[in-house]
Structure formats: structure tokens, C-alpha cells
């Protein structure tokens, strides 16, 4: 699918909270909590994307062409919202990957997590995400 | 002595502060995080305003009407400092930017003038990077060596190892008054006899304490002692270092340029008498006289009253946090001031403040700057409730009540 429609239907799927913090923040936990864990042997310091207090690892592979990530945090919040970001990315090329604006995490209410003073890693994993599918371009093209 | 337990009147408190009636997040602001800034009283704001609205003109400078009454004020401002902290001498007030600015200032006039190599620097395992980078530059310029006092499982200084520690090549001893993430209130009176004895300086960061207590310089003797306005109801950017004449007299310019001097020409430069040689530039006018008044503000109300008002807040709120399942407090120091650490088993504190600020609540989590401590309890970092005589038991209740619905929601 699409980018642009992953990210409508995680809006739908967020529309039905409203404006209750609660359930939306009990549906981000229990995203975190389903996130396919990384593989232990990826979990290394090199894998570290360092936000002020959650860690997040981060792990980027090319599959025919398309980019598969898994990820990990410390923080459960954290690793929800990785969660909802690898699904949107996932299985995707490069350049649609470089390309991607993520504005759907503006439109379900959590703009605030974006913000590079919240320390989460968020905005930091997105970067490297986008890094590491633009080397893996370069790899495949080379 | 007798002495009269006044009560302090939190409602009429809190109404000094503007800010405390805001909402955040559909909730009423439930205000944890003073230890990091602590909010202001409306006549700090107004000392703030009138100055721009009546008073503004730049200082030490001009034969004007304005400037000389605005020059009038911030001297009043450093005598209500010297006399707050009960220095000396008010030449021994020194403005600056704040805490780390202070410390930053002795660090590089010391060192420059008085470290070399094979000196020791001693610091503690709880300070503040604040009270730790300075030192670690200054050794890593000069080849002078870093020691730190470590802490036992209370979080309390252990003063025999500090004992062991002194010897003849300790030149400076950095160490925090009141630490900003466990509480700990150090026995600095004694931590600079013993410094004294082997001729060591000594700098007290005084940070946080300064908002909580009494603090008499003359009384522990230290050499140095710090603080930063924001934390004690006042503005933020300006600070104060409190420097005993003869050692301020010994270091050299730390920053010089306009108001440092007393003539200069291309070949020499005599600089001014203390305090200007330190005060480089236009400094922070309205911050020097809104501290002052912030100070004025919380010696009308008493600090003997705030300590007692705020003691009985920590225990209220460590006796209801101790009933948290898997809570665990990080530092239990018998003398403790203000702030409250805690760790969750099982629970990253971003998620835990996450959770509390939806629900209104601002509490500071993370590694508060004190990243060795952190790693030293061997935890990602601590959940801080930090409190100020504005705070009330009934926002302690909610606070468990939202911890729990936090534990709640992550697991
Ligand atoms: C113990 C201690 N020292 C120093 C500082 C630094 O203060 P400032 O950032 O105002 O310079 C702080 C601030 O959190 C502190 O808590």
C-alpha cells in the first residue's frame, strides 16, 4: 500500500479516540508492546539512535528493492510510536522512504512528540530512517 | 530559643503566582519542576515591567537622572544579596549569568592562575555536570588530576573516603550544597573545615539550596558560593558568585571589555576595584533588581517558614510515594531538602512523565543532568517531584493518584 494510505487508515483508526488522551495513549502501549522486536544481535551501541531519555535501536535491511526496519526502545510510549512509524515506512522503497512527509502524526495528536526538545529519539529515528534507506540506495545502485 | 512556628498561608501564596492558575491539558498545572526553574511571583514580573516601562538606562555609565537611580537600584539590589547570604563585604557579590556562569568564572581564573600539573581538583559523584565540566576542562588543560567523593546507598556524601582524599595537592574542593536530584543537603560547613585544613579552596554550588534554606556564607566559610536567580523565584539569566575579597582579589579578569576597568590604553589596562572587574559588558539590569526582589519576597514570608512548610510537604509526599508498589526512592538521605527522585520497576520514567503531563502534572524525568549518579544507581535516570512552598498536599494526592493510573496504563 501506499504510504500516503497507511497513514490515512492509522488516522481513521485514531479518529475513533477522540480527543481521550487515555485511550489513545493505552492503544500507543499496547502498539509498543506488539512492536516485532529486534534481534538481539542487532541491539549493539552502533545501533543506538541516542534521544535524552528513551533509547531507541534501530535496524534497516533491503529486501528486493524494499526496506524492512525493526526496532526497539527502552520506553514503551517510544517504541508505540516507532511501532507506527515502521508500519507506515515499511516495505517500501528508498525513495519513497526519502520522500515520505509523516504528516499523519500531526493529524492523530501527537505533534508533540516531534518536537526535538522532547528528547524521545522520535524525530531522530525518522532522520535515521531516512539515512539509512538513502546508503541502502546507494548500495543497491553501486 | 522559642520560636514561633508562623504558619504559612498557602492560599494567599499561590495567588502570588499567576502563573498557577493556568490549565495545561485540560487540567489544572500541577507545578513539580522547581528544582529546574521556579515559577515567579506577580511582584517579580511587576519589578520586571516597571523597569522597562519607567526605569530602563544603562548603568555605571551616564550622569543622567535615569541612569544614575537605575545605577542606585542594582547597588541596592547587591546589598540585598550580601546581606541575604550574609557576606562581608558587597564587593564580594559578584553578578553573573547564573550558577554555571559562576562556576565557569572561578573555574578559569583559579585554574589559570593557581592549578598545575599534578594538582587534584576534588568534586562529588552527585554534582551537577554544571559542577563537574568546568573542573574536567580545566584538569584536562593543565594536567591536574579529578577526584570524586563517592556516595553510599542513602546518597549521602561518605565523608571518610572525602577524609582520605585530602592531602596537600588538593587545591579546590566543588562541591553542591543541596543535590537536585536526590535531596541530599551536604555538610558543607564541615567539608570546608576539613578542605581548609589542607589549604584547599572551596566552592559551594548552592543552586538548591538557596531557594530552601538559610544559607550564611561567613557561617560555613567557604571561599565560593553560587546560585542561580530563576531557581529562587527570581529571573532567569542572572546568578550571583559570592567570592571572599582576598581570593577574588588574587584571580584575574575572567571576561573583560566596558565596566571592567579603571583606565586603558594600548599598552596597559588597569582594571576597576571588585566587583566590576568581574561584571564585563552591560550586565542583566532588571534580572540583578527582579532577584533582589524575588529575595525580599521569600524573606517577607521567612525561609525558616518555607523549610518547615516544604519538610512537611516531603514527608507527606515520600511516606504516600513509599506505598507505591515497586516505587523505588532514589536518595534517603537523613538531611534532605525539596526534591523527591523515584524509579519504577519495570517503568522507563518517559513514559511515567509522559503519562503525568497528559494528566497535568510536571514533574522533570531523565538523567537531571547528574549522568554519573545515574549511572552509579545503574538506572536510565529518575522521575523528580520538586517541590516549592506553592505546592499543597491536596496536588501531592493527585499526583499519586496519577502515578498510579500511569503504572497502571503501562502495564
Ligand atoms: C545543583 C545545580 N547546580 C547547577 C545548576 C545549573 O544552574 P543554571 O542552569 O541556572 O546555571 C543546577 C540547575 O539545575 C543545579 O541544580
Known amino acids: 500500500m501506499e504510504i500516503e494510505k497507511i497513514e490515512q487508515e492509522i488516522i481513521d483508526e485514531f479518529e475513533l479516540f477522540g480527543k481521550d488522551w487515555e485511550s489513545k495513549y493505552e492503544h500507543l502501549i499496547e502498539l509498543g508492546k506488539s512492536l516485532p522486536i529486534i534481534d538481539p544481535i542487532y541491539k549493539t551501541d552502533d545501533k543506538l539512535i541516542r534521544g535524552c531519555q528513551s533509547r531507541v535501536w534501530l535496524y534497516s535491511e533491503i529486501v528486493n528493492g524494499k526496506i524492512n526496519f525493526s526496532a526497539d526502545s527502552d520506553a514503551i510510549i517510544t517504541k508505540g510510536l516507532v511501532a507506527l512509524v515502521i508500519r507506515v515506512l515499511a516495505n517500501h522503497t528508498p525513495d519513497e522512504i526519502i520522500n515520505a512527509k509523516l504528516n499523519f502524526i500531526n493529524a492523530i495528536g501527537l505533534k508533540e512528540h516531534l518536537s526535538p526538545t522532547r528528547a524521545n529519539g522520535l524525530v531522530n529515528m525518522i532522520k535515521q530512517m531516512k539515512m539509512d534507506a538513502l546508503a541502502l540506495k546507494s548500495k543497491i545502485s553501486s | 530559643m522559642t520560636q514561633h512556628k508562623i504558619k504559612l498561608d498557602v492560599t494567599k501564596i499561590r495567588s502570588d503566582f499567576p502563573i498557577l492558575s493556568r490549565e495545561v491539558n485540560g487540567q489544572p498545572l500541577i507545578y513539580f519542576d522547581s528544582g529546574a526553574t521556579a515559577q515567579k511571583p506577580r511582584i517579580v514580573i511587576d519589578t520586571l515591567t516597571n523597569y522597562y516601562l519607567h ?202 571589555g566596558g565596566g571592567t576597568i579603571k583606565s586603558v590604553s594600548f599598552n596597559k589596562t588597569i582594571y576597576a576595584d571588585l566587583p566590576l572587574k568581574f561584571e564585563a559588558g552591560t550586565p542583566h539590569i532588571e534580572g540583578g533588581i527582579g532577584l533582589a526582589a524575588a529575595i525580599n519576597y521569600v524573606n517577607k514570608i521567612g525561609l525558616d517558614t518555607i523549610a518547615a512548610y516544604e519538610h512537611e510537604l516531603m514527608e507527606y509526599a515520600t511516606e504516600k510515594l513509599s506505598e507505591i508498589n515497586g516505587l523505588r526512592l532514589i536518595g534517603t538521605a537523613k538531611n534532605k531538602a525539596s526534591v523527591i527522585s523515584f524509579f519504577v520497576d519495570g517503568a522507563h520514567p518517559f513514559d511515567i512523565g509522559t503519562i503525568l503531563d497528559k494528566q497535568g502534572i510536571a514533574v522533570r524525568t531523565g538523567h537531571h543532568c547528574t549522568q554519573p549518579l545515574m549511572t552509579c544507581y545503574k538506572i536510565p535516570g529518575t522521575i523528580r517531584v520538586s517541590l516549592a512552598f506553592y505546592n499543597t498536599k491536596e496536588e501531592i494526592k493527585k499526583l499519586i493518584d496519577a502515578l498510579n493510573k500511569a503504572i497502571k496504563m503501562l502495564n
Open chain 2, 55 to 256: 526605569d530602563n538606562a544603562n548603568i555605571h555609565r551616564g550622569v543622567h537622572k535615569l541612569s544614575q537611580d537605575i545605577t542606585t537600584k542594582y547597588e541596592e539590589a547587591r546589598a540585598t544579596i550580601q546581606k541575604h547570604l550574609n557576606a562581608q563585604h558587597i564587593h564580594e557579590i559578584v553578578f553573573t549569568c547564573g550558577a554555571t556562569d559562576s562556576i565557569n568564572l572561578v573555574a578559569a581564573t583559579f585554574g589559570k592562575k593557581f592549578i598545575k600539573a599534578g594538582d587534584e581538583i576534588i568534586v562529588s559523584e552527585m554534582e551537577h555536570h554544571s559542577n563537574i565540566l568546568p573542573w574536567q576542562m580545566l584538569c584536562e588543560e593543565t594536567g591536574a588530576t579529578l577526584k570524586v567523593i563517592p556516595i553510599n546507598d542513602a546518597g549521602e556524601l561518605k565523608m571518610d573516603e572525602f577524609k582520605s582524599m585530602l592531602s596537600n595537592k588538593v587545591k579546590m574542593v566543588a562541591v553542591t550544597h543541596v543535590s537536585n536530584t536526590l535531596g541530599t543537603i551536604n555538610p558543607v560547613k564541615e567539608i570546608t573545615a576539613l578542605a581548609h585544613a589542607v589549604d584547599a579552596c572551596v566552592l559551594i554550588d548552592g543552586a538548591q539550596a538557596v531557594p530552601h534554606m538559610k544559607v550564611d556564607v561567613q557561617n560555613i566559610a567557604c571561599d565560593f558560593y553560587c546560585f542561580s536567580a530563576h531557581k529562587i523565584y527570581g529571573p532567569t539569566g542572572v546568578g550571583v558568585l559570592y567570592g571572599k575579597e582576598n581570593w577574588l582579589n588574587k584571580l584575574p579578569p575572567y571576561r573583560t
